[in-house]
């Protein structure tokens, strides 16, 4: 394929064009030409001047353009030191960014391997590091190795989990979270029983950490939690030291289903009771149960079959 120059003006406009086509060609635009084109769009958006978030149109993700550690500067630009972060270090820092509402956001997560290896244009055009940087990826061959993508040639690395690269947070794009099964009110001894879907409706696959809390109200030490549809790709590991915390793989267009059964303290405080469950980069959901002392067709009392 012959090289081809492209101007500000193509760079911003074809992309929105592949966006709508839904493929990686346009009017016989070579795939490699629409990610090139794709690319110099987010990386445009990225430059001084432009908001420190690069929005990528055709795949619906967007970006932190500044590097984990680096803080705004005037003019849209990014300064101070990027921290080097082992992989664990990487995943909580996502945590912690959701948590603080970074940027006004709490659906931060650590890119996958494919879509960070999709913006190693932004290296040319940001304040980027040549350093590699994390993918919330890991390395199928070793649990103990993750996938790093290295900015200053584009290759990917498996990596031991304790090295210390750099991290740039996404959101957006793929993950949905749901709970609840249709009922409403829950009463003082009996059983919550809820339903929890994860699903990936993107393009690429996702590792991600599924959490589940309880309200006070609920039984936590007498909780039942159950993970259905892994195989084929998908996983659901508990973890050892948090029976409310799952380790998730989920390809694309899977999903994953947690049914989760639990009493309600007879010494319930409050007016209702919680189920909830967040991943990384999905939105929250939640299971609220109204209490009530007495109301036809409930759940199996507590301590029952």
């Known amino acids: 394929m012959k090289n081809h120059a492209y101007t500000f003006r193509e760079a911003a406009v074809l992309p929105v064009f592949a966006a709508l086509a839904g493929n990686d060609a346009l009017f016989g635009i070579h795939a490699l030409r629409v990610r090139a084109l794709r690319m110099a769009f987010i990386a445009a958006l990225a430059l001084p001047g432009h908001a420190a978030r690069a929005a990528d149109a055709a795949t619906g993700l967007t970006w932190d353009a500044c590097i984990w550690g680096q803080i705004d500067a005037a003019g849209g630009a990014c300064s101070g030191n990027p921290v080097a972060l082992t992989w664990q270090q990487a995943l909580a820092a996502a945590r912690q960014a959701n948590a603080t509402l970074y940027r006004s956001h709490g659906d ?74 249709g009922q409403r009110y ?22 991600v950490s599924v959490r589940f809390s309880l309200s006070p109200g609920l039984d936590a030490s007498r909780a039942q939690l159950d993970c259905f549809g892994a195989g084929a790709g998908a996983t659901c590991e508990r973890d050892a030291a948090d029976p409310l915390r799952f380790a ?29 469950v967040d991943a ?15 109301r036809d067709g409930f759940d199996t009392p507590y301590g029952g079959d």
């Open 280 to 294: 990384d980069g999905a939105t929250p959901a939640a299971d609220t149960r109204t209490l009530v002392i007495f």
């Open 248 to 276: 998730v793989t989920l390809p694309p267009d899977r999903s994953l289903t947690w049914r989760i059964g639990v009493p309600v303290r007879s010494d319930a405080p409050g007016a209702s009771v919680v189920v909830g």
């Open 186 to 207: 829950a009463r003082y001894g009996q059983r919550v029983d809820s339903i929890v879907m994860l699903a990936n409706t993107g393009e690429s696959g996702s590792d």
């Open 108 to 181: 931060w997560r650590v890119p996958n391997r494919t879509e960070l290896e999709s913006t190693v244009a932004l290296a040319s055009a940001t304040s980027e590091t040549s350093a590699p940087f994390w993918s919330s990826t890991s390395y199928a061959g070793d649990p103990a190795r993750a996938w790093s993508v290295d900015f200053s040639d584009g290759a990917s690395h498996p990596a031991d989990k304790g090295e210390t690269f750099a991290l740039r947070l996404v959101r957006g794009g793929e993950l949905t979270l749901s709970a609840g099964n």
